[in-house]
C-alpha cells in the first residue's frame, strides 16, 4: 500500500441518478438487492454477491478481503457518471443499513443498502472536465484518476493535489440534475 490515504471509488447510481440525493442526505448507497444482510451470514452474502468486482460484498464489509471493504472513518470519493459531476468527497461515519422499501429515484436504479457519511469541508461538486483542465492528471488512468470505471475501486491518489484543485474549481448547481 501506498502512503497516501485509502479511498474508495463510487458511482451515484448507474447514471448519476443518485447524486443529488446523496449530496444533500450525505448518503451512499449501493443497489443489487442481496436481501437484509443483517440477517444472513457475510460468507452467505458473499456467495451472492455477483456484482462486478463483488462491490456490494465490499459496500457492507462482507468481502473475506478485509482491505476490499468499507470501513466507518475511510473516505469515498463519489462521481455521478453521465453528468461527469466529481460529486464530492466524504468519510464514512455509519455501518451499512438495509432499506426494506427504498425511495426510488428511478425505475432502474433502486438501492437497498445505504451508509452515513460527511462531505470533508474543502469537498464541492464540480465538473470532472475542469478538474481535467486545471490538472491533467486526475484525468490518468493511473492512480490519480479521481472517477471510477464501475463502483467502489480504490484511489490511492494524492489527496493533497486532488484538494487543491477541487478548491480552483466552480461549484457545480446541483439543482440543473
Known amino acids: ?14 447514471n448519476g441518478y443518485f447524486a443529488k440525493d446523496w449530496y444533500t442526505r450525505q448518503q451512499i448507497s449501493v443497489g443489487h438487492d442481496l436481501g437484509d444482510h443483517r440477517k444472513q451470514t457475510e460468507e452467505n452474502i458473499h456467495e451472492k454477491d455477483d456484482t462486478q468486482h463483488n ?40 455501518e451499512p443499513y438495509y432499506e426494506q422499501n ?14 452515513d457519511i460527511v462531505w ?15 490538472s491533467p492528471r486526475f484525468n490518468e488512468n493511473g492512480k490519480h484518476r479521481a472517477y471510477p470505471t464501475s463502483t467502489l475501486e480504490r484511489y490511492n491518489g494524492d489527496f493533497t493535489g486532488l484538494k487543491e484543485t477541487i478548491e480552483k474549481c466552480e461549484q457545480v448547481d446541483l439543482n440543473r440534475l
Not at 427504498?102 to 451508509?115: A, G
Request: with cysteine; glycine share 8%; hydrophobic share 35%.
Open 1 to 14: 500500500m501506498s502512503g497516501y490515504p485509502i479511498a474508495h471509488r463510487i458511482n451515484a447510481g448507474q
Open 55 to 94: 462491490y456490494v460484498s465490499r459496500f457492507l464489509g462482507c468481502h473475506p478481503d478485509e482491505e476490499k471493504n468499507l470501513h466507518i472513518g475511510e473516505n469515498i470519493i463519489a462521481y455521478a457518471p453521465n453528468q461527469d459531476i466529481l460529486l464530492g468527497i466524504g468519510s464514512i461515519l455509519s
Open 102 to 115: 427504498p425511495r426510488t429515484l428511478t425505475t432502474q436504479d433502486i438501492h437497498h443498502y445505504w451508509r
Open 120 to 134: 470533508l469541508p474543502w469537498s464541492k461538486p464540480v465538473d470532472r472536465d475542469e478538474i481535467g483542465a486545471i
